[in-house]
């Protein structure tokens, strides 16, 4: 699928959808994408200031969807784990972004090899548009080689 229909699907997508989440940009060849969350009724929490699960949620599923692109259908890819460390309150809107190098993929496709699982850490930023960081998120990405392709 072209990155540019499935950042149309996901804008859609009804948990995005509802929760305010837009996704900016997803690079052609699913090596970078970018996500935005404004602040609006729907996703303010008691104090007035982003949710902590909309915060959460705009992390998911990207570093899964540029992965599986990339690497193809020889690979299982999962995202295992997260966790989210709130540094400052959100208001208005906030950021977060993905990469993958290449470098990156090398090491998933030697680290997989003979169909061995590897998990591997992601740290995304979620920065304010005046650039102050709102909070740190470690993504948590499982890999296996599917048995019929080691």
């Known amino acids: 699928m072209k990155a540019s229909h499935l950042r149309l699907l996901m804008n859609i997508w009804p948990p ?20 935005e969350l404004k ?16 915060l959460f949620a705009m992390t998911d599923p990207f570093y899964m969807l540029l992965y599986l692109q990339n690497l193809g259908k020889d690979y299982i890819v999962w995202d295992r784990a997260g966790q989210i460390e709130f540094l400052k309150p959100g208001r208005g809107t906030v950021s977060a972004e993905f990469r993958i190098r290449e470098t990156d993929l090398d090491r998933v496709r ?13 740290e995304v ?13 470690q993504r948590t990405v499982y890999f296996r080689r599917k048995p019929e392709a080691a």
Do not use: K, M, P, W
């Open 16 to 35: 995005y959808l509802a929760a305010g989440i837009r996704v900016r940009e997803i690079s052609a060849d699913y090596r970078y994408a970018r996500v």
């Open 110 to 122: 030697r680290e997989t090899e003979q169909g061995r699982r590897f998990l591997f850490d992601h």
């Open 125 to 137: 930023l979620i920065r304010s548009s005046e650039d102050e960081l709102v909070a740190r998120v």
């Open 39 to 54: 602040l609006g009724l729907l996703n303010r929490n008691y104090v007035g200031v982003h949710f902590g699960g909309s």
